[in-house]
């Protein structure tokens, strides 16, 4: 096997040519699969993605036929929440 010259970018480069090798995630793949890798003090630390995900509300849709009806509830349930935080 050949080594990767260390340097920057490599794992960039290294990541990037893995993803671009593979095919789009089918219905069994899912962004709740996904992982991160970090190398906090030179440790290799690999974490779900979204549990990184910068922002404290999110909404995931598996079905898109469901969206009309959680579009409508999460709309609802946010001006729930901006009433009773306006109290």
Known sequence: AAELPAGPGTLARA???ARNARSAPG???????????????GVLTISRWIDRFP??????????RALPHTLADTVRQWVEL???AGS
């Open 15 to 17: 990541a990037r040519a």
């Open 55 to 64: 922002f404290p509300y999110y909404l995931l849709l598996r079905d898109v």
């Open 27 to 41: 219905p069994e793949g899912s962004i709740v699969e996904l992982q991160s890798v970090s190398y906090p003090n």
């Open 82 to 84: 901006i009433t009773t």
